[in-house]
């Protein structure tokens, strides 16, 4: 085990989804695009807005690759086995254009931004090349690949946000949308290849957000979750009056569209949120109590060299702020084990951490050293394989009691849950997720999706909360 998936926001390590554009309406495209994300959800809110510069230009969406005139593939670089996989993949594809010449593959993403040319060049998997700030670029691209030419643009920017595209909605339930917020990170944390592939921070402006918030509203959406590394440090200045809006007052414009909009968004970097959103959050019922509050490590000592700027005392005291101001919210964070030098005792330090945040969900990983990070050009990667992976274990191991019984505490609560679907094991059961992000499952009766409902909590398992509805 090296990963966990739980979770559809936060995790990066969602692979190959294919998606269909979510429009019903029947225009007959020239062409056909078929598109796989990997990474995390600002790779899958940014092939939403790949899909409308395509249909813009003409070449609609499909899930049937057989039927697909272009591939593409938005990729991911956070970890050697992220990129591993989407190599598989590409000769996977590599093969179909053997049988079918005229197919088109291109490579998206932050391994496209990461390998630049070599992926067209030396190693020959792909016809197009673009990085994810040269989207806009992408229907003349496909010109010049078909043509035969060289199709490359990995020019990163300082100020593209897509602010004015209206992204197609993927394979969307109706109900959950992603936003994107701002685009890149300022933080150099030592292990991470995001600043190098997604480029400079910077922030998209508040207007567009509300305004696509306020569109996926009346579209039926009923919950938005606002996207960015980075969402705290979230700063947009408006050109004409020259104010300044900053996260917790972007939270408070979108919260006000309705209270029937739920807003959650991700990832808090735990130096940057401050008590002006908690009490936001606390303001506003329909801003999720839940926070992502990555902390990597457990060690102050390695948290230096990871250059993540707290150490765990104010991480804890960060923690112990938001249990004071927020005794309800749900917590998750990010883990990495056998970080260059970590000792045992340190990685104890990392599962004392956990113990006594008991968070209610938890990715971890074990370290993976990237070319080009700070990492890799001042540290060995001197923790064997074995011993990493052991650490890891561990570390799930005792999560997974934490979050049992995170979720065993739930039981006999009564939660507002929106409703997303019917469930996938049981057609007579609803799903949702309560305001701590929780799933939970419940009689169908004569609810439907988009709708909230009050849920008193009878059981659990270990990712799920099982109820039955209260009229
Ligand atoms: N911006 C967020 C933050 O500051 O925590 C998330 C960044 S990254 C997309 C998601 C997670 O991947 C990180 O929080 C970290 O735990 C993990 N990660 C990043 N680089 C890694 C590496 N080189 N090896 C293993 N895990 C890594
Ligand atoms: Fe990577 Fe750190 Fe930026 Fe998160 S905050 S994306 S971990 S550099
Ligand atoms: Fe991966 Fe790029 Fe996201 S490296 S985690 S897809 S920002």
């Known amino acids: 085990m090296q990963e966990l998936m739980l979770d559809k926001v936060h995790d990066e390590s969602r692979q190959g989804e294919a998606f269909a554009a979510n429009i019903t309406n029947s225009k007959q495209f020239n062409k056909h695009f078929y598109i796989e994300s990997y990474g995390c959800a600002m790779n899958f809110a940014d092939s939403e807005v790949v899909a409308s510069i395509l249909q813009d230009g003409n070449i609609g969406a499909t899930t049937d690759i057989e039927k697909a005139d272009l591939i593409l593939i938005n990729t991911c670089s956070i970890r050697e086995k992220a990129e591993e996989r989407i190599r598989k993949r590409l000769t996977e594809f590599r093969r179909l254009k053997k049988q079918h010449p005229s197919l088109i593959i291109g490579i998206l993403g932050c391994m496209a931004e990461r390998l630049k040319e070599n992926l067209l060049e030396e190693e020959k998997l792909v016809d197009i090349v673009v990085g994810p700030d040269a989207y806009r670029s992408l229907p003349q691209l496909i010109e010049e690949a078909t043509t035969g030419q060289k199709a490359v643009n990995v020019l990163l920017s300082r100020d593209e946000t897509y602010a004015d595209i209206s992204p197609i909605r993927l394979n969307s339930n109706g109900i959950n949308a992603f936003v994107s917020i701002m685009r890149g990170c300022n933080n150099m944390c030592s292990f991470c290849v995001v600043p190098f592939t997604r480029g400079r921070e910077r922030s998209r402006s508040a207007e567009s957000i509300i305004a696509e918030c306020e569109t996926l509203f009346k579209e039926g959406y009923r919950e938005v979750t606002l996207l960015g590394q980075n969402v705290d440090s979230y700063h947009w200045i408006n050109d004409n009056t020259n104010d300044v809006v900053n996260f917790a007052?972007?939270?408070?414009?979108?919260?006000?569209?309705?209270?029937?909009?739920?807003?959650?968004?991700?990832?808090?970097?735990?130096?940057?949120?401050?008590?002006?959103?908690?009490?936001?959050?606390?303001?506003?019922?329909?801003?999720?109590?839940?926070?992502?509050?990555?902390?990597?490590?457990?060690?102050?000592?390695?948290?230096?060299?990871?250059?993540?700027?707290?150490?765990?005392?104010?991480?804890?005291?960060?923690?112990?702020?938001?249990?004071?101001?927020?005794?309800?919210?749900?917590?998750?964070?990010?883990?990495?084990?056998?970080?260059?030098?970590?000792?045992?005792?340190?990685?104890?330090?990392?599962?004392?951490?956990?113990?006594?945040?008991?968070?209610?969900?938890?990715?971890?990983?074990?370290?993976?050293?990237?070319?080009?990070?700070?990492?890799a050009r001042r540290f060995t990667d001197d923790i064997?394989?074995?011993?990493?992976?052991?650490?890891?274990?561990?570390?799930?191991?005792?999560?997974?009691?934490?979050?049992?019984?995170?979720?065993?505490?739930d039981v006999g609560k009564t939660y507002k849950v929106l409703i997303e679907g019917v469930s996938k094991k049981n057609e007579e059961e609803l799903h949702g997720r309560n305001d701590q992000n929780k799933v939970v499952v419940f009689p169908k009766m004569n609810f439907?999706?988009?709708?909230?409902?009050?849920?008193?909590?009878?059981?659990?398992?270990a990712g799920t909360l099982i109820g039955t509805a209260i009229i």
């Open 249 to 375: 007052q972007l939270l408070e414009k979108v919260a006000i569209i309705s209270p029937l909009l739920r807003v959650r968004f991700s990832t808090s970097h735990p130096k940057d949120i401050t008590d002006e959103v908690l009490f936001t959050i606390k303001k506003y019922d329909n801003i999720c109590n839940y926070i992502h509050l990555p902390v990597q490590s457990g060690s102050s000592r390695v948290l230096q060299m990871m250059n993540r700027t707290y150490s765990r005392e104010w991480y804890i005291a960060k923690v112990n702020r938001i249990r004071e101001i927020l005794p309800d919210c749900g917590l998750s964070t990010d883990m990495i084990t056998g970080f260059c030098t970590e000792t045992e005792e340190e990685h104890q330090e990392s599962l004392s951490l956990m113990e006594y945040c008991q968070y209610d969900l938890a990715y971890m990983y074990f370290y993976s050293e990237r070319p080009g990070t700070l990492a």
């Open 384 to 409: 064997p394989l074995d011993v990493k992976k052991r650490r890891l274990q561990e570390m799930v191991d005792l999560y997974r009691i934490h979050s049992l019984q995170s979720m065993q505490r």
């Open 448 to 461: 439907k999706k988009g709708e909230y409902v009050t849920v008193k909590i009878n059981a659990c398992t």
